[in-house]
């Protein structure tokens, strides 16, 4: 290559890292950038000849400008070949019950399995797509080059955006080109958020025009050279244009015309292929419409009658170089992607419906998946009968949970074809209801939203079953975009509009009225829509409704002054939520986030692991993935307080995951700052530190009281575990205004936070006003939060009798439920004993908390009461560290549990 030495420099060098010994287990990030035929395409070549020479495999992927609702298109491209050449034996050996939910994405794997993988979420997808690569990748290395990223699918987007947040633990080099300044925005943020050391950014500059004369063998100082240097503005591609013109752009004396080539562009590739014979071009028409690279029978069977031999033709075209054969693969690809565009978009658009329509026809006597088929017939469909409409519903299915954004197109597609008659009314409005959901789901709420009062406009032409669905959907949309107050009049409105018989509709838009009072903290006004409601639905046949119902009213009752009436209502809602069938829970799986929330509020922590784990199983299960971030969150949450904390920290990591897919900054800030907290217990203080950043650059004005979790990590890692945050001091002054507001259902755990804050700040008076002014009335498990912070204010003022007592009241509490809670209590009563010279009895207590804190991994509390123990003259055996970083611990895919790697 000519004027691109700095570049293939640092190519080389970043692949030559690879098989450097610090290089191995960390993944590498590869970026370039610039304008359309600035030489991305083959900076990319040269490094994956470069990665050749040195014994590095390489696998190559590009995104393509009219597959952009194809989902996973350039992995698919990527590695797909790969696991096909891959022996038999070797496939086998692939931990299927970790790659499943990758499985049907690739047909080298579905081949093996002998069908479709199940039903995958889209955090489970990214999580098995990880592992695929690193389960791929030798111990010298693999290069994975995703060229022309500015076209990937939202789909692909998000599993790259997956990757860079969590790098493979492989020696890697993902190396990716796209347009300058066209970097998706969700990617860039993330990359933003990377480790810098990891990645790598090369944006490509014009040529020099030493490099045009070199390249032209045109002198550097003639009036040619800077003519061409000009026209072609150090663009490669546009340079070779100027080469191949019918007519002399610049002659050998230099003039000629001033245009710039950029315009120029489609009239000089126009020019190409109208220099072909007929044939061809109708060959290369056909070839843009199959794809890029593209199968040439395929090719052949699109185009119809040809008149002559098709491998005749195709030769035209490669020796025109309008394609090019492609190395080891039957297939041919075009010179350019502008060279493709100008072949479809040059072809009269009949024709190109008529090409589509042979091409979905070829694909479905193939046995092509309906996504590959759905692609061609959106393009040719503008009437299709219910065979098509079929197609484009069962493309919408296999994508709805990992690729939305393509199932909305599908269903788009299906409604415009079944038309307006009455006769399939209920069909079109099921599939605007999905289209919905699908957008919602893909971050796109304005067109969602737009939708749904679309359908709410049809008056009497919608029945009332899916006109309680339509409102219901419009509230949490208005909630995600952060407008309350238009989700609370909408549901009112409806509410008031129904008729007295509508028993079942009545009871779904209060309880959906009393979820957004306890969103915004209005508990009165939740605890008044519950409490009517328990009443109306008493004898009420749905016992899935009632176990809701019961479990969001627990919630609205936690507080220190009804906690003993949440407990028996929690209980009851468990009792009615255990004896229903999975079949029976159905879409209801609300009844187990709110009754897992409550069982937390309330510290029976296992309880609501316990359903928790149930509800997730089920949500991968059904795909209703719209509820994974919570039930995540909720269930890390109770990991938090019984241990083991990796267990814990993948599934904080795993929630944040989920969060990050959803268009809920509020979300994304309660999901991180549950991470913040599981780290920093964790003993992952680095991770701690960054994540508690994320919160704060995530934070909108109204989610600091969802981000609270935060101002409770930083707290305990400073005042309990002894290791502050670097942004510990803006943690303080930005959350701490917001707590007197903040979720009532983690009051016990803040109310901890807030006392050891002031006792941070030596005001031992104002401490002691927090848990005096606490009430000792609810469960047990909640008096025992009160006393082990009282018990910590009593050890602060140096009264050791009264810090004894209490902490041993709170161990006793503790012991069996909340065991990180239970290890620091005997820490806190061992530190008292000391304080009133109780040496043997101290000994015991720290022990005891030494081993609480290793069952549950708690190991900077460990250390804390190995040091309490080494000071009293006993040297305790350290257990062998476990690494609890995130990038160590992960969830297996298959199986919803934690493994380490």
């Known amino acids: 290559m000519v004027g691109r030495d700095p570049e293939l420099a640092v190519l080389r060098s970043t692949v030559d890292s690879l098989r450097a010994r610090e290089g191995q287990r960390r993944a590498r990030f590869l970026r370039l950038s610039g304008a359309d035929g600035i030489g991305k395409t083959r900076l990319l070549a040269e490094l994956a000849t470069h990665a050749r020479r040195q014994g590095v495999p390489v696998l190559l992927g590009r995104a393509t400008e009219f597959e952009q609702t194809m989902p996973f298109g350039v992995l698919i491209e990527a590695l797909d070949g790969h696991l096909g050449g891959l022996s038999a034996v070797r496939r086998q050996s692939l931990d299927r019950g970790v790659l499943s939910p990758a499985a049907g994405l690739f047909p080298a794997l579905v081949g093996d399995a002998g069908s479709r993988a199940p039903l995958a979420d889209r955090g489970s997808l990214h999580r098995a797509l990880r592992f695929l690569l690193q389960t791929l990748t030798p111990c010298g290395g ?16 998000e599993v790259l955006v997956h990757l860079v947040r969590h790098p493979p633990t492989a020696p890697i080099l993902i190396a990716s080109a796209c347009r300058e300044a066209q ?96 044939q061809a071009r109708v060959l290369a028409h056909a070839a843009a419409v199959v794809g890029d690279p593209f199968d040439p029978d395929l090719a052949v069977e699109v185009a119809g009658d040809l008149g002559q031999s098709a491998a005749v033709l195709l030769d035209e075209l490669v020796a025109a170089d309008v394609v090019r054969s492609l190395t080891g693969d039957r297939r041919f690809a075009f010179r350019h992607p502008l060279v493709r565009h100008i072949a479809y978009t040059s072809a009269a658009p009949d024709w190109l419906e008529a090409a589509h329509a042979r091409a979905a026809a070829a694909l479905r006597r193939s046995c092509a998946s309906d996504v590959a088929v759905a692609h061609h017939l959106a393009r040719a469909s503008r009437t299709g009968g219910q065979a098509v409409v079929e197609v484009f519903v069962r493309a919408a299915q296999d994508t709805l949970a990992t690729a939305p954004a393509s199932a909305a197109v599908w269903l788009e597609a299906a409604v415009r074809l079944l038309g ?31 939708l749904l009062h679309r359908l709410l406009g049809q008056g009497d032409h919608i029945t009332q079953e899916t006109r309680s669905q339509v409102v219901v959907l419009c509230a949490a949309v208005e909630r995600l975009l952060q407008r309350p107050e238009e989700a609370h009049a909408l549901l009112l409105e409806e509410l008031e509009r129904l008729p007295s018989d509508a028993v079942s509709d009545s009871a779904e838009l209060r309880l959906q009225l009393a979820v957004g009072a306890l969103a915004e903290s209005h508990l009165a006004e939740a605890r008044n829509q519950l409490r009517g409601l328990s009443r109306q639905i008493i004898t009420h046949d749905d016992r899935a409704l009632r176990a809701r119902v019961l479990a969001c009213r627990a919630v609205a009752l936690l507080g220190p002054e009804s906690m003993q009436r949440a407990e028996a209502v929690a209980q009851e809602a468990a009792g009615i939520a255990d004896r229903l069938s999975d079949p029976e829970l159905g879409t209801r799986l609300e009844a187990l986030l709110w009754l897992a929330a409550a069982e937390l509020g ?49 599934c904080a990591e795993e929630a944040v995951d989920a969060a990050m897919l959803t268009p809920s900054r509020k979300l994304r800030a309660l999901a991180l700052s549950t991470r913040t907290l599981a780290a920093v217990w964790a003993g992952d203080i680095g991770l701690a530190d960054r994540t508690a950043r994320e919160v704060l650059d995530t934070m909108g004005p109204r989610d600091s009281q969802w981000s609270n979790l935060t101002f409770a990590a930083a707290v305990t890692a400073h005042s309990v575990l002894g ?6 001091q803006e943690i303080y002054a930005r959350l701490r205004p917001s707590l007197t507001r903040g979720p009532h259902h983690y009051y016990a755990v803040l109310l901890p936070s807030i006392t050891r804050f002031h006792l941070l700040h030596d005001d031992l008076a104002q401490a002691r ?49 909340c065991r990180v809670q239970a290890a620091l209590a005997h820490l806190t009563t061992g530190r008292a004993l000391v304080l009133t010279g109780q040496r043997a009895a101290a000994v015991h207590a720290l022990e005891r908390a030494m081993k609480l804190a290793a069952a549950t991994r708690a190991m900077l509390l460990h250390g804390q009461a190995a040091r309490e123990l080494r000071a009293l003259g006993h040297h305790p055996a350290v257990p062998p560290r476990r690494d609890v970083r995130t990038e160590h611990v992960a969830t297996d895919p298959g199986t919803d549990g934690p493994f380490v790697r």
């Open 723 to 728: 290791h502050p945050l670097s942004c510990v």
């Open 183 to 278: 970097l998706p925005l969700s990617l860039a943020d993330a990359v933003a958020r990377a480790d810098p050391t990891q990645h790598t950014y090369l944006p490509l500059r014009p040529l020099t025009r030493a490099a045009i004369a070199e390249l032209t063998a045109v002198p550097a100082a003639s009036a040619r050279c800077a003519r061409l240097y000009r026209l072609c503005q150090g663009n490669p591609f546009y340079l070779h244009l100027l080469e191949r013109a019918a007519f002399p752009v610049v002659t050998a004396d230099g003039a000629g015309s001033d245009q710039a080539p950029s315009p120029g562009v489609p009239a000089a590739l126009l020019e190409e292929l109208a220099a072909l014979p007929e």
């Open 602 to 650: 309330l510290l029976r922590d296992r309880d609501a692991s316990r359903h928790t784990e149930r509800g997730i199983l089920l949500a991968r299960r059904t795909g209703q993935t719209h509820i994974l971030p919570r039930l995540l969150i909720v269930r890390a949450s109770a990991l938090i307080s019984a241990g083991p904390l990796d267990q814990a920290l993948a």
């Open 142 to 157: 693999l290069v994975l080059i995703l060229d022309d990223l500015h076209w990937a699918d939202p789909a692909t987007v």
């Open 769 to 817: 006003a927090v848990v005096t002014d606490s009430t000792t009335r609810g469960g047990p498990a909640y008096r025992g939060t009160i006393d082990l912070i009282r018990a910590e204010v009593a050890l602060a003022e140096r009264n050791a009798t009264e810090a004894h007592e209490r902490a041993r009241a709170a161990a006793a509490t503790f012991t069996g439920h």
């Open 420 to 450: 307006g008659e009455r006769a399939v009314a209920k069909c079109r409005q099921d599939l605007l209801v999905l289209r919905a959901q699908a957008l919602m789901n893909s971050g796109r709420l304005a067109e969602s939203l737009a």
